[in-house]
């Protein structure tokens, strides 16, 4: 497999553990097979609390403009979908032209990563986190 370029895969997380540890998940085990090269796009916020559980994966910190801000909307049910779309478009725009992957893995309610991806014609997994 030497010489053969790694599957370039741009992972969008939401700051949830219940979002972010299944895609986590995954990026190790395509991490692991020596295929694929992995980068992921969190909040700025829980990115260190991600890098401690899995330090092998490459993180890119998303800012959030206003942490109490944050954590007032994160008390809320649907809020912090509607949040994350609109502080993090731009940000994810930048970071899907500037290094193009090859696919782009995201949650169900990773909603701008999702409409970028449609936009910029990368094709797109969706992982949906849900209890049964």
């Known amino acids: 497999m030497e010489g053969t370029p790694k599957i370039k895969v741009f992972m969008c997380v939401l700051p949830f553990s219940g979002h972010y540890i299944p895609l986590l998940r995954i990026a190790d085990a395509l991490?692991?097979?020596g295929?694929?090269?992995v980068r992921i796009a969190s909040s700025s916020f829980e990115i260190p609390k991600m890098?401690?559980?899995y330090p092998k994966l490459s993180m890119i910190p998303l800012e959030d403009p206003n942490q109490a801000l944050v954590e007032r909307i994160l008390e809320q049910t649907e809020l912090p979908f509607i949040y994350y779309k609109d502080v993090?478009?731009?940000q994810l725009h930048r970071c899907l032209t500037e290094n193009r992957p090859d696919?782009?893995?995201v949650d169900a309610f990773s909603s701008a990563a999702m409409e970028l991806a449609h936009q910029l014609h990368i094709p797109m997994v969706i992982n949906c986190p849900c209890s049964a």
């Open 51 to 53: 890098s401690r559980q």
């Open 103 to 105: 696919v782009v893995v």
């Open 88 to 90: 993090w478009t731009e």
């Open 35 to 37: 295929r694929f090269a």
């Open 31 to 33: 991490e692991a097979t």
